[in-house]
T-cell receptor, first 116, second 113 residues
Framework: GAGVSQSPSNKVTEKGKDVELRCDPISGHTALYWYRQSLGQGLEFLIYFQGNSAPDKSGLPSDRFSAERTGGSVSTLTIQRTQQEDSAVYLC??????????????FGPGTRLTVT | KNQVEQSPQSLIILEGKNCTLQCNYTVSPFSNLRWYKQDTGRGPVSLTIMTFSENTKSNGRYTATLDADTKQSSLHITASQLSDSASYICVVRENNAGNMLTFGGGTRLMVKP
């Protein structure tokens, strides 16, 4: 079956430009997460969507980062005025729901963002 | 601050050998602990999820242990294969955090023929 998909797989952008990263979760999954993995670093939580509830934005590193989830399915992570330190792999994950702590999260392949 | 520490950072073993990866955490209150395998250029894939009451859980050649008293977990890989070469990430969830997981830095394992 279809897993979590992300696009683009690679994105190179100039410093100061805006970028949009897309995530298509597994159909039927109500919970969606965005993470960032910088080179040599562990995964860092960014934002979490659960159904129609207000998202948990506590992991967003600055107000240049924002995310939307339209219709409870596809999500877009937007980074405005990109900086070189934004270069990382951005991973999206989904789960059946986020309210049970044991629910498995399924990860997408990630988008590798390089800011030059 | 909640932390998850993994050791070693990297490990090289010969095909067919066993190895054990360690994870120590300070996350409290504890909900569950997960081990993920992440191949280069791919997203993490879950190997095991362990709750407070579980001490051991196996998934094929992978066996995870959990000691909630000492806040330690290990992942044992038996009869390693070349395809086991990957990063192994320990992830711990708080019991009342709602959504946030704390990720370890991972152990990069290389299995050589």
């Amino acid at each position: 079956g279809a897993g979590v998909s992300q696009s683009p797989s690679n994105k190179v952008t100039e410093k100061g430009k805006d970028v949009e990263l897309r995530c298509d979760p597994i159909s039927g999954h109500t919970a969606l997460y965005w993470y960032r993995q910088s080179l040599g670093q562990g995964l860092e939580f960014l934002i979490y969507f659960q159904g129609n509830s207000a998202p948990d934005k506590s992991g967003l590193p600055s107000d240049r980062f924002s995310a939307e989830r339209t219709g409870g399915s596809v999500s877009t992570l937007t980074i405005q005025r990109t900086q070189q330190e934004d270069s990382a792999v951005y991973l999206c994950a989904s789960s059946l729901d986020g309210t049970s702590g044991v629910r498995e999260q399924y990860f997408g392949p990630g988008t590798r963002l390089t800011v030059t | 601050k909640n932390q998850v520490e993994q050791s070693p950072q990297s490990l090289i073993i010969l095909e067919g050998k066993n190895c054990t990866l360690q994870c120590n955490y300070t996350v409290s209150p504890f909900s569950n602990l997960r081990w993920y395998k992440q191949d280069t250029g791919r997203g993490p894939v879950s190997l095991t999820i362990m709750t407070f009451s579980e001490n051991t859980k196996s998934n094929g050649r992978y066996t995870a242990t959990l000691d909630a008293d000492t806040k330690q977990s290990s992942l044992h890989i038996t009869a390693s294969q070349l395809s086991d070469s990957a990063s192994y990430i320990c992830v711990v969830r708080e019991n009342n955090a709602g959504n946030m997981l704390t990720f370890g830095g991972g152990t990069r394992l290389m299995v050589k023929p």
